[in-house]
């Protein structure tokens, strides 16, 4: 969006700032009658118990006392933690209490409960009821930051009265970790969501141009006598999944049709009131979501995110690099992630020997996975994880003869992190250790597979200043990949090192080594409050570092630095709500001191008073270097171009509600051209069924797409080698449906489909005609011939240069996508899952139309 736009947009807005008012005191009181939970709060604790009634609005109107009164107390026993809320509304009709499956943000009105039990400041849990009873939950970590993967084993139940509607909760003692003391003091708050003005109450609520949430948590007095429990559950578990396939005629391991049952185990078992160890045995996760279908023409792998509930629910204790601060800004920073948990149990990775037919697995088999999570004292936090996956082989045929082959060895993983926060927030250290060690033997794996690789990181911040406006973060972390000769040489030259690029003065390949090592590291410093904001960062990926086997990484050879100034209005102007623009430099080389990417990035976002929400961003990229584009060989050029974006987004409230966007791309030379429009539009039919659609379209030409490298030592420009390129012109369409019906909640009926529609048309190819150059010769002129039926070239007609074969690169993919899931939590904590997923493609080569018909 432009920036002079927002300006006027948010003018005059910042008048008189609120006051920051003391959260008010909450008392909890015993109770020693039994406590049903219907929502009713008939008990006689209800009427007794100190009621805490002070809110303050964070929105709209930021500062403002609510425009509805609520009424919250707390009581407790020997086994659990109590919240009753009457939450007054003068338009009872207008409540919106909407049913989704658990965790579903649905934008009705809400009554949250946060607690911190440690009173730490930093951290906590979360617990959420609507007004028609669905319930959210999930862990509080770094003062600000939520991560709902988490589930607890809780009750929450709402009813709807003349006089608006109420809420009780039960949260056993065995969902929270406390430290056992005589007197506990714990740190509470409480936000009211009313959906048709979109208000937000709290009782200790953070400035929107300040920092901070957990630490303003008032003090929870009372309670007395309370002893945390010991906490073991084991979960049984017995799966039947049937598989219908397609299949080749006379294969002999595959039919069409197969059943595979199977059983297991999870188990929870808490070590003191601290600590707790989450295991499995055999896990299955056909619940899961399946992964969207991509077409990837890059040399870097596609990220999908973690979906099992397993390596989910937990994972913040896992995250590195990342404390203190609240504003991470990346501008052409690919960070590493030190831990990436769909690294166990993933696809086995051994090649395959020839044979007319085979089977092998889809993924690898966890034989077992525990991770030991919680805090100790003096401010330490942990978290450690151990996985085993089994030895996987492939069934063959060959002629007749059937064998197996190993495709996987077994494989032990480890992960372990520890932080220590100081007792007033101000600091943080921290350190984290990633294994991975495989038992590969004497077999073919030993060439294909590392043998061990292991990473060690350290991370930490501090806040500056008194009243924390500035804070500085950093980590380091490095590794070491051990292997055969054969092994390591193939490391070297993948696409995340490419140690052959002939024209590099900084990296070497060594068909001798036998292991890779590398450092990482980055150092941050954020203005955390005020209008005016700033973010600075320096990192630098060192062309060794390789976290790949239990990590993961986009790029390594990266220096990279930039700097963002914003600016954001937090207070309702004349049509906006709030709104921000910010600015921003950056700059990456690699260790040769190669500018690889740089650029100016301007964006602005405004929130209007209609609840319409827009965003914008313009950048502008000079020409800059690619060591990437020849997978390997040498420079050549980026040309310079611009980039802009521009979405906008309705009202989430409404039963129907949109967004739509548009993205360009324009560089010179048609080096790489094209607009990606996307669209949503979500309907609620009834308050219990929701229906979405996101298609998106792209239209991209890449002035020079990868094809293929060949040898020929006349090529003396480029050093022995043909880099083979094409122009591509690529449509691309992909639909998101999703259709949520919810019966109540604790049974819940979910189905995703994705089509995916592809064609990528190339003409007439041709190879780079110089290193640190955007210029390709192309082929079937200046005395070269090109056969675009059969893909033959020559690339000096007559002359002595060796021909070769590129083939007909024109593809038409298609595919889809999906699953349906029955879900019934048929009590707290135990689920009971039918599922029927669908996946299909079809691929048809040399033919780059985009059409329906084919």
């Given at each position: 969006?432009?920036?002079?736009?927002?300006?006027?947009?948010?003018?005059?807005?910042?008048?008189?700032?609120?006051?920051?008012?003391?959260?008010?005191?909450?008392?909890?009181?015993?109770?020693?009658?039994?406590?049903?939970?219907?929502?009713?709060?008939?008990?006689?604790?209800?009427?007794?118990?100190?009621?805490?009634?002070?809110?303050?609005?964070?929105?709209?109107?930021?500062?403002?006392?609510?425009?509805?009164?609520?009424?919250?107390?707390?009581?407790?026993?020997?086994?659990?933690?109590?919240?009753?809320?009457?939450?007054?509304?003068?338009?009872?009709?207008?409540?919106?209490?909407?049913?989704?499956?658990?965790?579903?943000?649905?934008?009705?009105?809400?009554?949250?409960?946060?607690?911190?039990?440690?009173?730490?400041?930093?951290?906590?849990?979360?617990?959420?009821?609507?007004?028609?009873?669905?319930?959210?939950?999930?862990?509080?970590?770094?003062?600000?930051?939520?991560?709902?993967?988490?589930?607890?084993?809780?009750?929450?139940?709402?009813?709807?009265?003349?006089?608006?509607?109420?809420?009780?909760?039960?949260?056993?003692?065995?969902?929270?970790?406390?430290?056992?003391?005589?007197?506990?003091?714990?740190?509470?708050?409480?936000?009211?969501?009313?959906?048709?003005?979109?208000?937000?109450?709290?009782?200790?609520?953070?400035?929107?141009?300040?920092?901070?949430?957990?630490?303003?948590?008032?003090?929870?007095?009372?309670?007395?006598?309370?002893?945390?429990?010991?906490?073991?559950?084991?979960?049984?578990?017995?799966?039947?999944?049937?598989?219908?396939?397609?299949?080749?005629?006379?294969?002999?391991?595959?039919?069409?049709?197969?059943?595979?049952?199977?059983?297991?185990?999870?188990?929870?078992?808490?070590?003191?009131?601290?600590?707790?160890?989450?295991?499995?045995?055999?896990?299955?996760?056909?619940?899961?979501?399946?992964?969207?279908?991509?077409?990837?023409?890059?040399?870097?792998?596609?990220?999908?995110?973690?979906?099992?509930?397993?390596?989910?629910?937990?994972?913040?204790?896992?995250?590195?690099?990342?404390?203190?601060?609240?504003?991470?800004?990346?501008?052409?920073?690919?960070?590493?992630?030190?831990?990436?948990?769909?690294?166990?149990?993933?696809?086995?990775?051994?090649?395959?020997?020839?044979?007319?037919?085979?089977?092998?697995?889809?993924?690898?088999?966890?034989?077992?996975?525990?991770?030991?999570?919680?805090?100790?004292?003096?401010?330490?936090?942990?978290?450690?994880?151990?996985?085993?996956?089994?030895?996987?082989?492939?069934?063959?045929?060959?002629?007749?003869?059937?064998?197996?082959?190993?495709?996987?060895?077994?494989?032990?993983?480890?992960?372990?992190?520890?932080?220590?926060?100081?007792?007033?927030?101000?600091?943080?250290?921290?350190?984290?250790?990633?294994?991975?060690?495989?038992?590969?033997?004497?077999?073919?794996?030993?060439?294909?597979?590392?043998?061990?690789?292991?990473t060690l990181g350290l991370d930490g911040w501090a806040f500056l200043g008194a009243n924390k406006t500035w804070v500085i973060t950093g980590w380091a972390a490095a590794t070491d990949?051990?292997?055969?000769?054969?092994?390591?040489?193939?490391?070297?030259?993948?696409?995340?090192?490419?140690?052959?690029?002939?024209?590099?003065?900084?990296?070497?390949?060594?068909?001798?080594?036998?292991?890779?090592?590398?450092?990482?590291?980055?150092?941050?410093?954020?203005?955390?409050?005020?209008?005016?904001?700033?973010?600075?960062?320096?990192?630098?990926?060192?062309?060794?570092?390789?976290?790949?086997?239990?990590?993961?990484?986009?790029?390594?050879?990266?220096?990279?630095?930039?700097?963002?100034?914003?600016?954001?209005?937090?207070?309702?102007?004349?049509?906006?709500?709030?709104?921000?623009?910010?600015?921003?430099y950056f700059r990456s080389y690699d260790f040769g001191g190669n500018v690889t990417w740089q650029g100016l990035f301007a964006h602005g976002s405004a929130r209007l008073k209609n609840e319409l929400r827009l965003f914008g961003f313009v950048a502008y990229n000079p020409d800059t270097l690619s060591s990437t584009?020849?997978?390997?060989?040498?420079?050549?050029?980026?040309?310079?171009?611009?980039?802009?974006?521009?979405?906008?987004?309705?009202?989430?409230?409404?039963?129907?509600?949109?967004?739509?966007?548009?993205?360009?791309?324009?560089?010179?030379?048609?080096?790489?051209?094209?607009?990606?429009?996307?669209?949503?539009?979500?309907?609620?039919?009834?308050?219990?069924?929701?229906?979405?659609?996101?298609?998106?379209?792209?239209?991209?030409?890449?002035?020079?797409?990868?094809?293929?490298?060949?040898?020929?030592?006349?090529?003396?420009?480029?050093?022995?080698?043909?880099?083979?390129?094409?122009?591509?012109?690529?449509?691309?369409?992909?639909?998101?449906?999703?259709?949520?019906?919810?019966?109540?909640?604790?049974?819940?009926?979910?189905?995703?489909?994705?089509?995916?529609?592809?064609?990528?048309?190339?003409?007439?190819?041709?190879?780079?005609?110089?290193?640190?150059?955007?210029?390709?010769?192309?082929?079937?002129?200046?005395?070269?011939?090109?056969?675009?039926?059969?893909?033959?070239?020559?690339?000096?007609?007559?002359?002595?240069?060796?021909?070769?074969?590129?083939?007909?690169?024109?593809?038409?993919?298609?595919?889809?996508?999906?699953?349906?899931?029955?879900?019934?939590?048929?009590?707290?904590?135990?689920?009971?899952?039918?599922?029927?997923?669908?996946?299909?493609?079809?691929?048809?080569?040399?033919?780059?139309?985009?059409?329906?018909?084919?």
């Amino acid at each position: 969006m432009n920036v002079a736009l927002l300006l006027a947009l948010a003018g005059a807005s910042q008048n008189v700032q609120p006051i920051e008012l003391p959260a008010p005191p909450v008392h909890a009181v015993r109770t020693t009658t039994p406590m049903v939970m219907d929502g009713l709060l008939s008990e006689e604790v209800w009427a007794t118990a100190p009621a805490v009634t002070t809110f303050t609005q964070r929105d709209p109107t930021e500062g403002a006392a609510p425009s509805e009164k609520t009424e919250v107390r707390i009581a407790y026993d020997d086994e659990a933690i109590y919240v009753g809320a009457r939450l007054f509304d003068s338009q009872p009709r207008t409540i919106v209490g909407r049913l989704g499956r658990r965790d579903a943000s649905l934008g009705a009105d809400e009554l949250t409960f946060y607690v911190d039990p440690y009173h730490d400041g930093r951290s906590g849990y979360y617990f959420a009821v609507n007004a028609a009873g669905t319930l959210r939950d999930g862990v509080l970590y770094n003062d600000d930051w939520n991560d709902d993967s988490w589930d607890g084993i809780w009750e929450g139940r709402a009813h709807v009265d003349g006089e608006g509607w109420t809420v009780e909760m039960r949260i056993p003692y065995s969902q929270l970790r406390f430290r056992r003391e005589e007197s506990n003091a714990w740190g509470v708050n409480f936000r009211r969501y009313l959906c048709r003005t979109k208000e937000e109450d709290y009782v200790a609520y953070t400035p929107k141009k300040a920092s901070g949430f957990v630490s303003r948590f008032p003090k929870l007095s009372g309670l007395q006598g309370i002893v945390p429990p010991r906490r073991i559950a084991v979960t049984p578990y017995t799966t039947t999944r049937a598989e219908f396939t397609g299949h080749d005629a006379g294969d002999p391991f595959n039919d069409g049709s197969r059943v595979r049952p199977a059983m297991g185990a999870d188990f929870k078992v808490g070590l003191g009131s601290n600590l707790t160890i989450d295991g499995t045995i055999n896990p299955d996760f056909g619940q899961v979501e399946v992964d969207p279908a991509v077409v990837n023409l890059s040399d870097v792998e596609t990220f999908f995110p973690e979906k099992r509930p397993f390596f989910v629910e937990g994972a913040n204790n896992f995250r590195f690099g990342q404390g203190g601060a609240t504003n991470w800004w990346g501008f052409n920073w690919g960070g590493p992630n030190l831990f990436y948990s769909r690294r166990i149990g993933r696809a086995p990775e051994g090649s395959l020997p020839d044979a007319d037919f085979s089977d092998s697995p889809a993924g690898t088999r966890i034989v077992m996975a525990s991770k030991l999570t919680g805090r100790l004292g003096h401010g330490w936090s942990l978290g450690a994880l151990h996985a085993v996956t089994a030895s996987e082989t492939a069934d063959l045929a060959q002629g007749g003869r059937r064998f197996r082959a190993q495709v996987e060895p077994t494989s032990q993983y480890v992960v372990a992190r520890a932080l220590r926060e100081s007792p007033d927030n101000r600091r943080g250290l921290g350190v984290m250790a990633t294994g991975v060690v495989r038992s590969l033997g004497d077999g073919r794996l030993r060439d294909e597979l590392n043998a061990h690789a292991l990473t060690l990181g350290l991370d930490g911040w501090a806040f500056l200043g008194a009243n924390k406006t500035w804070v500085i973060t950093g980590w380091a972390a490095a590794t070491d990949v051990a292997g055969t000769a054969a092994r390591i040489t193939d490391l070297q030259q993948d696409a995340q090192h490419y140690f052959q690029r002939p024209d590099a003065t900084h990296v070497r390949l060594d068909p001798t080594r036998t292991s890779l090592r590398g450092f990482a590291g980055r150092a941050t410093v954020n203005k955390e409050k005020g209008n005016f904001l700033l973010n600075a960062a320096v990192g630098a990926i060192d062309p060794g570092f390789d976290v790949s086997d239990v990590g993961f990484q986009w790029r390594t050879d990266v220096i990279n630095s930039h700097l963002w100034t914003g600016y954001r209005w937090t207070k309702a102007g004349r049509l906006t709500r709030e709104a921000d623009v910010g600015l921003a430099y950056f700059r990456s080389y690699d260790f040769g001191g190669n500018v690889t990417w740089q650029g100016l990035f301007a964006h602005g976002s405004a929130r209007l008073k209609n609840e319409l929400r827009l965003f914008g961003f313009v950048a502008y990229n000079p020409d800059t270097l690619s060591s990437t584009r020849t997978r390997g060989g040498p420079l050549s050029r980026n040309p310079h171009g611009i980039e802009w974006d521009g979405s906008i987004r309705s009202d989430d409230r409404r039963k129907v509600f949109a967004r739509f966007g548009l993205h360009g791309s324009d560089y010179a030379e048609r080096s790489e051209n094209g607009r990606w429009l996307f669209a949503g539009l979500t309907v609620r039919p009834r308050s219990n069924i929701l229906v979405s659609f996101e298609p998106e379209m792209s239209w991209t030409h890449n002035g020079a797409q990868y094809l293929d490298t060949f040898d020929d030592p006349l090529a003396t420009t480029t050093f022995g080698h043909r880099y083979v390129f094409a122009p591509l012109d690529q449509t691309t369409f992909v639909g998101g449906l999703r259709l949520n019906w919810t019966f109540t909640p604790r049974l819940s009926l979910e189905l995703y489909a994705q089509p995916l529609l592809s064609a990528g048309d190339y003409a007439a190819p041709g190879e780079l005609s110089a290193p640190r150059t955007y210029s390709f010769r192309t082929y079937g002129a200046d005395g070269s011939t090109y056969d675009a039926t059969t893909g033959d070239v020559d690339p000096d007609g007559p002359g002595p240069a060796p021909a070769f074969n590129i083939g007909t690169p024109d593809f038409n993919f298609k595919s889809l996508r999906g699953n349906l899931v029955l879900r019934w939590e048929f009590r707290p904590g135990s689920t009971a899952y039918a599922v029927w997923t669908q996946s299909r493609s079809d691929q048809q080569d040399g033919v780059g139309e985009f059409a329906l018909r084919r």
